[in-house]
C-alpha cells in the first residue's frame, strides 16, 4: 500500500508538470497569434452599380435629347436651334466645371455651406474607390456617384434657359450659367445632401458628429429625395429673375408668338417622364424596395397630374391641349421628385393632382399677376411645383398617411415618432432658404454678365431670329 501511494504519487507530479508546461506553452501560443482580422471593407454589387450606370444614363437622356426638344418645340421656329445650343452646350459646360471643382465643393467636407478642394479634378478618386449609400454597409463606386450627380447639376442649369429663351445673347446664357452654377446650385447641393454616410453612425454621439459635419440643411432634417429644393426650386427662381432682369421678348403680348412643333415638345416631354425614373429611383443609389417606390410613385403622381391639368382645362378653358396634357406631366414629375421615396400612393396621387391644378393657375393666373416674360414656364412648373412637392414631402412622409417616416440610424429602424407640423416647418425652411440663395446670386449673376458681355441681342437680330444671327444656320430650310 506504500507503494502504491508512492507510486500514485510520482505519477501525479508527473501529470502536473505536463500539465503546467502546457499551460504555459499554451499561454505563449495564445501570445504569439495574431489579433482576429478586422472585418473587410464593403465592395460595390455589381447589380447597384449597373443600376447606377442605367440610372445616369437615363438623366442624361433627360437633358440631350428630353429638355432640349421639349423646349424648342415651345419657341417659335426662328429660335429652335438656339435652344438646342443652349441647352446642350450648357449642360456640357456644367459637366466640365462639375469635374473640375463643382463635385469637390459640394461633396466633401467643409462647411455647413461649401464643401473643400480636396478632390479638385476628381484628385484622388479611383475605380477602387467608394461612396456610401443610405444603408450600412452598402457601397458604390464613387466615380458613377460623380457622374450621376453630374447630371442633376448639368439639367438644373439647363431647366433655367427656358426663362429666357428667344432674346438673350449666348454667352451672357454661358456666362450666367457659369456663377449661377458656382454660387446657387453647389452651396443648395451642399446644404441639401451631404453627410458622411450611414456607416459613420453607430451611437448617438457618432450621430452628433456627423450631424455636425454635414450639409445645413440635411443638419436640420430637410427632405428632398432626389431634388425639390436642389434642383426644381433652385431653377425656377432663377428663371423668374432672370424673366425679370432680361426683359420681355420684342413684341411680347402685343405679337402671337405660339409653340412651333407641339409635337417635338410631346416626345421631349415623354423622354423626360422615361427618364425621370432614372432621376428620382436612382437617387436612391442602389436597387432596393425604395427604388421600387420612387419609381412608382413616379409612374403614378405623373399620370395624376396630366389627368388634373387636362381636367382643369377642361373646366376653364373649355378646351384640353396638348401643349397642357405635356405640361402636366412635367409639373407631376417636378412635384414628385422630392417626396418619390418618401410617401405612399395615396400621397403621390394627391402630389400629382396638387401639382396639375397648381401648376396650370401659376402658368395662366399668376404668371399674369407677376407681368414676367417667363418664355417656357420655368417658375410655373418647375419653381411652384417644387415648392408643392417640397412642403407635401413633409406631410405624406408621416407613416399615418402612408410615409416611410424617418429612418433612425442609431437604433436602425425607423423613428418611432414624426411630427407632420415639425417637418413642414422644416421643409418650409429649406423652401425659403433655397429661394433666398437663388435669387440673390441670379441678380448678382446677370448684373456682372451684364457688365461683362451685355444680357440681350439687338431688336433686329431677335426679330430675325437667334438661329441665324447667333449660330449662322436654321432649323428648318423649306
Known amino acids: 500500500m506504500k507503494t502504491t501511494t508512492s507510486t500514485i504519487a510520482k505519477y501525479a507530479g508527473t501529470l502536473l508538470a505536463a500539465a503546467s508546461m502546457f499551460g504555459m506553452a499554451s499561454l505563449a501560443f495564445a501570445a504569439d497569434a495574431p489579433a482576429a482580422a478586422a472585418p473587410p471593407p464593403p465592395v460595390p454589387n455589381k447589380g447597384d452599380t449597373a443600376y447606377m450606370m442605367l440610372s445616369t444614363v437615363l438623366v442624361l437622356a433627360m437633358i440631350v435629347p428630353g429638355l432640349a426638344l421639349f423646349y424648342g418645340g415651345l419657341v417659335r421656329s426662328k429660335n429652335m436651334l438656339s435652344v438646342l445650343m443652349q441647352v446642350m452646350v450648357g449642360a456640357s459646360l456644367i459637366f466640365v466645371l462639375w469635374a473640375i471643382y463643382g463635385y469637390s465643393l459640394a461633396f466633401t467636407g467643409g462647411s455647413p455651406y461649401f464643401g473643400g478642394f480636396s478632390k479638385l479634378f476628381l484628385s484622388g478618386i479611383t475605380g477602387d474607390s467608394v461612396a456610401a449609400t443610405f444603408s450600412k454597409g452598402v457601397v458604390i463606386p464613387e466615380l458613377i456617384f460623380v457622374a450621376f450627380q453630374g447630371t442633376f447639376a448639368a439639367i438644373t442649369c439647363a431647366l433655367i434657359v427656358g426663362s429666357f429663351a428667344e432674346r438673350m445673347k449666348f454667352s451672357a446664357v454661358m456666362l450666367f450659367l457659369v456663377i449661377w452654377f458656382t454660387f446657387s446650385y453647389i452651396p443648395t447641393a451642399h446644404m441639401v445632401w451631404y453627410w458622411d454616410g450611414p456607416d459613420a453612425i453607430t451611437d448617438a454621439k457618432s450621430l452628433d458628429a456627423v450631424v455636425a459635419a454635414a450639409g445645413a440643411l440635411w443638419a436640420k432634417g430637410a427632405l428632398d429625395f432626389a431634388g425639390g429644393t436642389v434642383v426644381h426650386i433652385n431653377a425656377g427662381i432663377a428663371g423668374l429673375v432672370a424673366a425679370y432682369m432680361v426683359g420681355k421678348r420684342t413684341g411680347y403680348g402685343k405679337e402671337p408668338m405660339p409653340p412651333h412643333n407641339l409635337t417635338l415638345t410631346m416626345v421631349g416631354a415623354a423622354l423626360l417622364w422615361v427618364g425621370w425614373f432614372g432621376f428620382n429611383a436612382g437617387s436612391n443609389l442602389e436597387a432596393t424596395g425604395t427604388a421600387a417606390l420612387a419609381v412608382t410613385n413616379t409612374l403614378f403622381a405623373t399620370a395624376a397630374a396630366v389627368v388634373a391639368w387636362t381636367l382643369g382645362e377642361a373646366i376653364f378653358r373649355d378646351k384640353p391641349s396638348m401643349l397642357g396634357a405635356a405640361s402636366g406631366a412635367v409639373a407631376g414629375l417636378v ?130 431670329g437667334l438661329d441665324v444671327t447667333s449660330h449662322g444656320e436654321k432649323a428648318y430650310y423649306m
Open 335 to 464: 412635384a414628385i421628385t422630392p417626396a418619390a421615396g418618401f410617401v405612399g400612393l395615396v400621397g403621390a396621387l394627391v402630389i400629382g393632382l396638387t401639382a396639375g391644378f397648381v401648376c396650370l393657375w401659376a402658368v395662366t393666373s399668376l404668371k399674369k399677376m407677376l407681368k414676367a416674360d417667363d418664355s417656357l414656364d420655368v417658375f410655373g412648373v418647375h419653381g411652384v411645383g417644387g415648392i408643392i412637392g417640397a412642403l407635401l414631402t413633409g406631410v405624406f412622409a408621416a407613416p399615418s398617411l402612408g410615409g416611410t417616416g424617418i429612418y433612425d440610424y442609431v437604433a436602425n429602424k425607423v423613428g418611432e415618432s414624426y411630427s407632420i407640423g415639425g417637418q413642414v416647418l422644416i421643409q418650409a425652411e429649406a423652401v425659403i432658404t433655397t429661394i433666398i440663395l437663388s435669387a440673390v446670386v441670379s441678380v448678382i449673376a446677370l448684373l456682372i454678365v451684364k457688365m461683362v458681355v451685355g444680357l440681350r441681342v439687338p431688336e433686329e437680330a431677335e426679330r430675325e
